[in-house]
Nanobody, 128 residues
């Protein structure tokens, strides 16, 4: 089992920045893909970014490329999502997720149904 706890959400003006954190506990994350997803009201949960814990390889949704950065701290078992140049359309509940994956070390999972564990989510609201 893996427990994931997100933090760092809040209200920010358009153009501002926020850093989300996802603290993981339980099983080792060495073979994990750690992902961030978001869900806006009335919409499906969508992929935002992901990182391979072992290699640091990353992937991003086109909508956030160049604005968001995912990273991890091995010592703290924590994944971060730094969000810059925020837009009102970034408003959503942001979820952290973990998938245990034994394939290519460079593979980045974007399908939410493949993730094994989820956090409770943290609200991000961007005002115009």
């Amino acid at each position: 089992q893996v427990q994931l706890v997100e933090s760092g959400g809040g209200l920010v003006q358009a153009g501002g920045s926020l850093r989300l954190s996802c603290a993981a506990s339980g099983r080792t994350l060495s073979s994990c893909i750690m992902g961030w997803f978001r869900q806006a009201p009335g919409k499906e949960r969508e992929f935002v970014a992901a990182i391979r814990w072992s290699t640091g390889n990353t992937g991003y949704a086109d909508s956030v490329k160049g604005r968001f950065t995912i990273s991890r701290d091995n010592a703290k078992n924590t994944v971060y999502l730094f969000m810059d140049s925020l837009k009102p359309e970034d408003t959503a509940v942001y979820y952290c997720a973990a998938e245990y994956y034994s394939g290519s070390y460079n593979y980045i999972e974007t399908d939410r149904d493949e993730y094994d564990y989820w956090g409770q989510g943290t609200q991000v609201t961007v005002s115009s």
